[in-house]
């Protein structure tokens, strides 16, 4: 990946840390937030690699990266960063990044065969929630 | 004693079994869950997001029609309903000028919100207020040697404020539960580990991973049931037990309970609380091989 004056000038850190509320300057790499995520090995970026990337304004990685859709909103990398930065929040950003672009993650149209599966309303309303630009 | 309930769609729907259970249990505890009126879906997840009210206003409505029932607090069953209840009161309470403005958007409602109402769970409310020791006295049937596993997940426990127990990461509350029904509790490595939540419905494959993981974990530990209290989590671990058995065809089946129905069973309640007809893999045959079973119609 190639880092220039324009990458780090990218508004991803200032959008991310607006909607999220966090200090991602505070992050400093120790990694426990990658060490205990249960979504870790299907990421393109483990969590804290996901922060740098965000830190390093990124912002094509970023966007493209699968991470922030395969992070459950567990929150155990939350409770566990010595720093204290809620790193679901961050995903949670990043997920709206593109929400707010009126991009949808969720295919709507799919979801005929889901209800078919007789899944509960909890996670219809979730998956719209959070994977839609609802 | 009687409480403000709050169900939430799911036990309205698909999770009939965690109702019904609950409902008459608690009934033989001397507990009259009073499901408040004209509810509303609390939006099932907390928005993480600092510049988003409008999510909030859901939850929000739904504690001020317990204020307006003249009751202080508001138990829920349902793990979903109780995170996002809670952290939106945590939330309002803390920034009184979001309350107002949730407030000023409830312009039709005839009394505002004033962050009063206490939000429970309901694992808290028995623990609390009834007391597991009076749980015991009232158990009819004796389950033995059945190893039974707690399973909380996530929104039980984290983040911080939520948290049903004083340990999040080595928490008690279940495996107490489970000893009060006169049931062996199995402690395991997954047992507060996400199970995939909401991507089983766009990425079902994660899920069945997530699930086998989990389940396998418990049967390494010799659990022959599983307790939850999270319809979501319940759906994830029984019904995609059909997607597991798919994948790793030399998988067993385990039966994937709510608490109120493993307590139900103990307390010697009927088939009408129990609903066993509602979960995928029936529990039926390990009480059979077990000789303890003792369900009425
Ligand atoms: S746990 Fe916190 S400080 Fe450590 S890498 Fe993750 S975000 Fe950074
Ligand atoms: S909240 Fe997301 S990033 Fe954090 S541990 Fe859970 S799955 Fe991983």
Redesign the interface.
Known sequence: MEISANTLRSDVVKKVSEISGENLSACYQCGKCSAGCPSADRMDHIPSQFIKLIQLGMDEEVRSSNTPWVCLTCFICTVRCPKGIDIARIMEAARLLKSRENVDHFEVSSLRAALEEGLPPIAVVSVFRKHTAS | MRISYYP???LK???KNFEDSAIASMKELGVELDEIPQWN?C???F?????DLI?HLAPIRILLRTKETGSDSLVTL?S?CYHTLKLSNMRVKENPDELEKLNNIMYMEEITYDGTVSVYHLLSLLKERVGFDKVEERIRIDLGSLRVAPYYG?LLL???GVSIDPN??NPTIMSEFISAVGAIPVDFPHQT??C????????KD?VVE?TYEILESARRRGTEFIITSC??CQ?NLD?RQKQVKQKFPEFEEIPVLYFTQLLAFAMGLDKKALRFDLNYVSPLSILEDKQILAIKD
């Not at chain 2, 928005?47 to 510049?51: M, R």
């Not at chain 2, 995939?196 to 990425?203: K, M, R």
């Open positions: 939430g769609c799911t729907s698909n999770a879906c939006g099932t997840v928005s993480l997001a600092s510049d999510h349902c979903m996530c984290r983040p911080e999040i990461e580990e996400c995939g939540a909401y991507l089983t419905v766009d990425n994660l997530r319809p979501l759906f019904d």
